[in-house]
């Protein structure tokens, strides 16, 4: 792939928002170029999307729980953990799987309005999947960072305004 | 009657009394009392230490490395810095001789020209440069002499304008690249026109590299690495820019023994050393810190682009700066002074720019717009001076 593209890459993977006359400014391209770029990206699926970091704990009644499932399964012959794993990740609860090496096999994150409702996901919906052979549920208590941004307040500049 | 104030008019020293204020700080002053200020005024990084420096240095002092170092420096981080500018710069020096940790490149650049100066030597400077020379020149005992540079040329010095410049009594040339405040670099062929020149008339060179690896169109060369150069060659470096490390006051020099020695007898009397937790920061930096400086650099990189590019569509007309972070351009077309421009857009706009003119000769008619700052502060700044000039322009 071409510098200018994992350039584009970088700068929307820490705002999705720039738009494509800046873009094109900042990578020395004309517009045409960024958007040939983002469409040949996107047919790739290397933009898989465009998504914002929203703390949700910060708007009343939005606020949800996330929690992490580690899932010990029976692989199966021919297909290993993919059919698990596709079963388990087109549920709509479901945000995030990986195939993890250690002391269990899947990862899942999923998020949900409370947590009765995470439980019965875990008790109704994924121990019951055959090749399911066990799952530890963690609830998240808190988020200090995610997908790279810190959820603190931004720091002010505290340089001076005019200097040497 | 006392016998201080026999035949003194001025309780000061008349050298400190000659030296100018500082064209910046009526700015300073007038734009810290606003509010809602966009800035390009800042002439430091936006980002702050990466994080790995800075527990390095915190690791230091718990480990109780509180007291004074070597005069010269830490001896690792003397090795670290000439495996460095070896690896990144192709200069070799010894780290036991050749090499000197200040307190920033400005302490550098201050015991440098006292190492060299004898009252009335003169030392070439090539302006629009960096505010410091000047003075730090005259308060060695010193003439500065400037050289003017122009956009036509792209701030770059040419050699028969610093022959023209050299006198009997011309000890040193000082130049400045990346530059602050042009962001000028120069390259390899000119480079070595003006150390032939130097090696004719018999010319030390300050050689100011704080920007060098700010470079983002060609890699940096340091004019100690031509022929025959190292030996007249005082080059002098830092971590401020390049590792976004202002606060930690923290430079070097290379330079032949004989004047290193000279430089490292002032230091030592003046400040002994530099601040030990910041030089166990340093080496966390050279020895690890790479890929923060590339990224920081492709930001710049990328803010610059959408500066230079953004100030051709409102109508100033700005040559396109290989290094450092700092754009100048041309504001003649509205017919004010760069002081006057700097001044209404403050106050009818409310972005801080520094006039030009605060940088030397040449630098009348220009304005230092700093892009160490993020794209929507850039974004923001380039609608407000847009809107500005529509009026003005
Ligand atoms: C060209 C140049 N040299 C030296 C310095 C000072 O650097 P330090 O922080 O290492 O003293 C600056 C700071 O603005 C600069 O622009």
Same mark, same amino acid.
């Given at each position: 792939m071409d510098q200018k593209a994992i350039e584009i890459l970088q700068i929307i993977e820490s705002n999705?928002? +720039?738009e494509i006359p800046i873009l094109a400014k900042m990578v020395e391209a004309t517009e045409e170029e960024v958007k040939q770029y983002l469409l040949q990206l996107e047919k790739e699926r290397i933009i898989l999307s465009y998504s914002a970091v929203i703390?949700?704990?910060?708007v009343r009644n939005q606020e949800g729980v996330t929690a992490v499932i580690d899932v010990k399964v029976t692989p199966k012959r021919g297909v290993g953990f993919d059919e698990v794993a596709e079963r388990i990740y087109r549920?709509?609860?479901?945000q995030a799987l990986y195939l993890m090496s250690?002391?269990?096999d899947l990862s899942v994150v999923i998020e949900s309005k409370t947590m009765s409702e995470s439980a019965r996901f875990v008790s109704e919906k994924l121990s019951t999947?055959?090749? +399911?052979i066990s799952t530890t549920t963690h609830f998240q208590?808190?988020?200090?960072?995610h997908d790279g941004v810190v959820f603190a307040e931004p720091d002010q500049d505290r340089r001076m305004v005019v200097s040497p | 009657m006392s016998p201080i104030s026999l035949n003194r008019t001025s309780r000061l020293s008349d050298r400190v009394q000659e030296i100018p204020p500082s064209g910046i700080r009526r700015f300073f002053d007038l734009a810290s009392t606003m509010e809602n200020v966009v800035s390009?005024?800042?002439?430091?990084? %936006?980002?702050?230490?990466p994080w790995k420096i800075r527990e390095a240095s915190i690791s230091s002092l718990e480990r109780g490395f509180t007291s004074y170092s070597a005069n010269a420096g830490v001896p690792k981080l003397r090795r670290a810095i000439c495996d460095y500018m070896e690896t990144r710069f192709s200069v070799s020096y010894d780290p036991d001789t050749e090499v000197l940790v200040t307190v920033g490149a400005s302490e550098a650049i201050d015991i440098g020209m006292r190492a060299i100066l004898n009252p009335g030597d003169e030392v070439i400077i090539v302006e629009?440069?960096?505010?410091s020379y000047r003075s730090l020149v005259s308060m060695a005992g010193g003439v500065p002499v400037p050289i003017r540079t122009g956009i036509e040329d792209q701030f770059k010095v040419t050699p028969e304008q610093i022959k023209q410049a050299i006198t009997p009594r011309t000890k040193a040339l000082m130049i400045c690249f990346p530059?602050?405040?042009?962001?000028s670099t120069i390259g390899r062929e000119d480079l070595k026109q003006i150390a032939k020149l130097c090696e004719e008339h018999n010319l030390l060179v300050f050689s100011d590299?704080?920007? $060098?690896?700010?470079?983002?169109d060609e890699p940096h060369v340091s004019i $100690?690495?031509? %022929?025959?150069?190292k030996d007249r060659t005082i080059l002098i470096s830092g971590f401020s820019k390049s590792f976004a490390?202002?606060?930690?006051?923290l430079g070097f020099v290379m330079a032949p023994p004989d004047i290193l020695a000279a430089m490292l007898k002032i230091h030592q009397y003046t400040?002994?050393?530099?601040p030990t937790m910041a030089q166990y920061g340093a080496i966390e930096a050279l020895e690890n810190g790479m890929e923060d400086v590339e990224q920081m650099r492709n930001s710049y990189r990328q803010r610059r682009n959408y500066l230079v590019k953004t100030f051709a569509e409102i109508g100033l007309s700005c040559h396109s700066p290989g290094g450092a972070f700092y754009a100048f351009p041309s504001i003649q077309n509205t017919g004010f002074t760069s002081e006057e421009f700097a001044e209404k857009l403050l106050l009818e706009e409310r972005v801080a720019v520094v006039p030009g003119h605060v940088f030397g000769?040449?630098?009348?008619g220009y304005i230092r717009c700093s892009y160490a700052t993020s794209m929507e502060q850039l974004q923001e700044a380039m609608t407000r001076m847009g809107r500005f000039l529509t009026k003005y322009a």
């Open positions: 999705g928002r +720039v703390d949700w704990t910060k549920f709509p609860e479901v250690g002391a269990y999947i055959d090749s +399911v208590l808190k988020k200090y960072k | 390009l005024g800042v002439g430091e990084p %936006d980002f702050t230490t629009p440069t960096f505010v530059n602050n405040p042009t962001g590299e704080i920007y $060098a690896e700010l470079s983002y $100690a690495e031509l %022929d025959g150069m490390m202002t606060g930690w006051r400040l002994m050393c530099a000769e040449g630098g009348e």
